[in-house]
């Protein structure tokens, strides 16, 4: 196994490990777990350089990084769940484009259907984990003695019921959803495409 997909491993690893240490009461295993989270999010942009640098790409390595990206955001989206901070139906909905769009490119992938990730894909990814990073730093603010005023402010804030935290939510659900219906529709046109061209040549 290469060390980029050694790296992908321990990130799935390290998800439910994030999980748990946060979800415990001890304060201190709590803001550890942020650490785990963030060492999670680092092999992420070190495996992918590493593999570019050294061209150490393998097809189950097309495969095993995207899912465990998927792996480590559902996990904080299914905490965010636990913890009343957002909707059931959002988590599914989130969790489901993610693990089903991450199968099929692969698939696609592996077919040699090779398609770059588009734009809107890669704003999406970054908008799900700039809210993950938000809830994360607002829950461990609250894990220090901090002022009451500002500590009901971001007790408020985590809430499923606040407006803003609801509309950010909604944002990151409902273009997940269209990053997911866009990428079947697109790509199935452009395999149809270049079906084409191979019977033309």
């Not at 998927?70 to 901070?85: A, D, E, H, M, Q």
């Not at 988590?91 to 089903?100: F, K, S």
């Amino acid at each position: 196994m290469t060390f980029p997909n050694q790296l992908s491993v321990l990130r799935i690893l390290l998800s439910p490990v994030f999980y748990f240490m946060f979800l415990s009461d001890n304060l201190f295993i709590k803001r550890l777990s942020l650490l785990v989270f963030l060492i999670a999010v680092l092999t992420d942009w070190y495996d992918g350089w590493h593999a570019r640098k050294f061209r150490s790409f393998s097809r189950f390595g097309t495969f095993l990084d995207p899912l465990a990206d998927k792996v480590l955001t559902s996990f904080s989206f299914i905490l965010f769940y636990s913890l009343n901070i957002v909707y059931l139906w959002m988590v599914i909905i989130i969790i489901c484009r993610d693990i089903l769009i991450t199968f099929l490119r692969s698939y696609d992938e592996f077919k040699g259907f090779s398609f770059k990730t588009s734009i809107i894909a890669k704003t999406k990814t970054f908008i799900q984990m700039s809210y993950i990073f938000l809830i994360l730093i607002c829950l461990l603010l609250l894990t220090y003695d901090i002022d009451d005023g500002f500590g009901n402010l971001l007790k408020n804030f985590l809430t499923r019921t606040n407006p803003v935290n609801f509309l950010l939510i909604l944002f990151v659900t409902l273009l997940t959803a269209y990053t997911g219906i866009s990428y079947f529709f697109q790509n199935k046109f452009r395999k149809i495409e270049n079906i084409k061209e191979e019977n033309n040549n």
